[in-house]
């Protein structure tokens, strides 16, 4: 693993895999709905992923589960902008799970890092927001909208065909101005896709490879690791979360999106240490260059 991701922030060294904790304000998302609809009991969440080892916290307000109903960002931003505001008050680094431009624009200038945005970059609105903020983006893969997007999908390479769709996508964001070392990529697990795409995706990740760009790996809590093992609800899932993170980082994930930060983190740092054959200390995030706030 090599190279940066130029956020918002500064420039992350991805001399190690990266940590990114989830927090929902939502009332509706698949594993943790209403548990934090309060900013404050958010804020809490927020600050003990980070004590738990997190090295961003993703911060989102609307749930982008299977058949989930859009919210409109007005209410979106009144579920997640004090969270954004507070966590990064006290020096984390939040990005935003969205997929609404305005949104995005008031997350970075409350002084989010990063967007989050499961649209993949689809809205050149978006793309400029990201291009003139100077922020970190992850361009996620997604067949259809959250509403349709379990339909019956269907690939015939299901890795090129993600490979090509994240390519393009890049390609686009370039052309917005976003600078190249500003994207991290993300195969979408769950997103589109059935448990075979999934498996096949976490199996061959390395052919993303040539897309040039870090990876970011999804697979918490999500339903077909309840399909592997019989393990219903999703928040029981973290075990079976914290093998796949760990899996997703010897396959090269530079990043893993998280729900139970203490156990994936512990996954991520023994496939880490195995993968490069020693057992290096875990260092501490490093940020470096310019607060572009
Ligand atoms: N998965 C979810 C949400 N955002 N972002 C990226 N980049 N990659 C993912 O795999 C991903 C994501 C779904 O998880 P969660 O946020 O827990 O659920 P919900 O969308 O229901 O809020």
Redesign the pocket.
Known sequence: MAGIWRTRRGDILLTRPLV?G?V?T?P??????GRHLSAAAAIAHGRSLVAAGADIV?V?G????PG?EPVDAEEELRRLLPVVEALVAEGVLVSV?TMKPQVAAAGLTAGAAIV???GGLSDATMRRVVAEHGAGV?V?HMRGT?RTMQDDPRYDDVVSEIADFLTDRCEAAVAAGVDPDAIVV?P????GKTIEHNLTILRDLRRLAPVGRPI???????KFLGDLTGVDR?EDRDVSSAVAAGLAVAAGASVV?V?DVAKSLEAAQVAWAIVRGDAAEWTPLALQGVDRR
């Open positions: 990114m989830v929902n939502t509706d998302s698949f594993s943790d709905g993703d989102g609307e749930s982008t589960r989930a799970d989050n945005d499961v992850v996620m959250p993300d979408g697990i769950g997103f970011l790996v999804g697979v918490s809590r999500k999703p999106r729900h």
